[in-house]
T-cell receptor, first 110, second 116 residues
Framework: GNSVTQMEGPVTLSEEAFLTINCTYTATGYPSLFWYVQYPGEGLQLLLKATKADDKGSNKGFEATYRKETTSFHLEKGSVQVSDSAVYFCALSSGNQFYFGTGTSLTVIP | GAVVSQHPSRVICKSGTSVKIECRSLDFQATTMFWYRQFPKQSLMLMATSNEGSKATYEQGVEKDKFLINHASLTLSTLTVTSAHPEDSSFYIC????????????FGAGTRLSVL
């Protein structure tokens, strides 16, 4: 079956620190992979995506590379800001179905 | 990017009343819309998949008579929580899939339902 396993939080970092949030998946076929971000009290926003192996998605300084050999899609950012504080969800899509990880809460302190 | 509007953003109601939540795709046509429920500090739980012009497909354990879904057009799906009770209090989020098959879901901002 399809599933997403995401690093548990919460994660607390100082401003300008390096961020990694791990995400691994199991899937039948060739899924697309996504990172969504949810700010407090809001819905989910698409942060970045990758549709095939070795693709790198990037947006707002965040990056993630679709690694088929390790079935991973880890989210990274070189220097986080206070405004990056949010919950991050890793997700995969197969057909028209989405499967979400449990979310990782990130707090960035000044 | 594509925009999905969800309304209302917050609703407080008395136990026993029904609440309707609207989900609209503003700048694209959505053959399929999805309704999720999110409990505090948890991930999204898919409740049902809504297809334009046909009956919704509900996930196991979701009462279809409790959560009525109507997808009357390519840009509008509604979720009605009937006879709401305090245990129905939650954050409900809709999403819409672009009919052009881009395999991306665009999410509404969510509706916070509080049943007293």
């Amino acid at each position: 079956g399809n599933s997403v396993t995401q690093m548990e939080g919460p994660v607390t970092l100082s401003e300008e620190a390096f961020l990694t949030i791990n995400c691994t998946y199991t899937a039948t076929g060739y899924p697309s992979l996504f990172w969504y971000v949810q700010y407090p009290g809001e819905g989910l926003q698409l942060l970045l995506k990758a549709t095939k192996a070795d693709d790198k998605g990037s947006n707002k300084g965040f990056e993630a590379t679709y690694r088929k050999e390790t079935t991973s899609f880890h989210l990274e950012k070189g220097s986080v800001q206070v405004s990056d504080s949010a919950v991050y969800f890793c997700a995969l899509s197969s057909g028209n179905q989405f499967y979400f990880g449990t979310g990782t809460s990130l707090t960035v302190i000044p | 990017g594509a925009v999905v509007s969800q309304h209302p953003s917050r609703v407080i109601c008395k136990s026993g009343t029904s609440v309707k939540i609207e989900c609209r795709s503003l700048d694209f046509q959505a053959t399929t819309m999805f309704w999720y429920r999110q409990f505090p500090k948890q991930s999204l739980m898919l409740m049902a998949t809504s297809n334009e012009g046909s009956k919704a497909t509900y996930e196991q354990g979701v009462e279809k008579d409790k959560f009525l879904i109507n997808h009357a057009s390519l840009t509008l799906s509604t979720l009605t929580v009937t006879s709401a009770h305090p245990e129905d209090s939650s954050f409900y989020i809709c999403s819409a899939a672009d009919r052009n098959g881009k395999n991306i879901q665009y999410f509404g901002a969510g509706t916070r339902l509080s049943v007293l």
